[in-house]
């Protein structure tokens, strides 16, 4: 109590001028204290919150959105994106023999070879229609040439 005391009347003692230049100078070491200690709450609050708080994953109607993309492929409409995802809805679980809400590996394969078996059809269909074409072409070609060796 006495340190007080005399601290007190020391200060009391002191001209106006020092008194000033004293609680300028405590001002400025709560400021820049104040400022440093701030500065270290602020940065572990956010470094805590960041690393504690669960992030929500995006869903994947949402991650479709974020880049349009799918590994090169991009998708063209929102309308072309609602049907994929349609599509990709049915395939889970597919093959698999059990209702799951994950596209399994087996679910992938049995897609794979849908397609497959659908390209094979596409281009045996488009095979036939050359051969149908290459036919009425020989026929109009033997036509033709029949046409002339009779006018001849």
Same mark, same amino acid.
């Given at each position: 109590?006495?340190?007080?005391?005399?601290?007190?009347?020391?200060?009391?003692?002191?001209?106006?001028?020092?008194?000033?230049?004293?609680?300028?100078?405590?001002?400025?070491?709560?400021?820049?204290?104040?400022?440093?200690?701030?500065?270290?709450?602020?940065?572990?609050?956010? =470094?805590?919150?960041?690393?504690? =708080?669960?992030?929500?994953?995006?869903?994947? !109607?949402?991650?479709? *959105?974020?880049?349009?993309?799918?590994?090169?492929? =991009?998708?063209?409409?929102?309308? =072309?994106?609602?049907?994929?995802?349609?599509?990709?809805?049915?395939? *889970?679980?597919?093959?698999?023999?059990?209702?799951?809400?994950?596209?399994?590996?087996?679910?992938?394969?049995?897609?794979?070879?849908?397609?497959? !078996?659908?390209?094979?059809?596409?281009?045996?269909?488009?095979?036939?229609? !050359?051969?149908?074409?290459?036919?009425?072409?020989?026929?109009?070609?033997?036509?033709?040439?029949?046409?002339?060796? *009779?006018?001849?």
């Amino acid at each position: 109590m006495e340190d007080i005391k005399m601290l007190v009347e020391m200060i009391a003692g002191l001209p106006t001028l020092a008194v000033w230049v004293l609680a300028g100078f405590l001002a400025y070491k709560l400021a820049i204290i104040g400022s440093v200690y701030g500065l270290i709450r602020f940065a572990v609050d956010k =470094t805590h919150d960041f690393l504690i =708080t669960r992030k929500k994953l995006p869903t994947v !109607e949402q991650e479709f *959105r974020m880049v349009d993309r799918l590994k090169g492929i =991009t998708i063209s409409t929102d309308e =072309t994106l609602n049907m994929l995802i349609m599509q990709m809805q049915r395939l *889970r679980g597919k093959n698999v023999n059990i209702d799951s809400p994950y596209i399994h590996e087996q679910s992938v394969l049995w897609l794979a070879k849908a397609i497959d !078996e659908a390209e094979k059809r596409d281009l045996e269909k488009q095979a036939a229609k !050359e051969e149908e074409k290459r036919k009425r072409e020989s026929e109009r070609l033997a036509n033709t040439m029949a046409t002339a060796d *009779r006018g001849l």
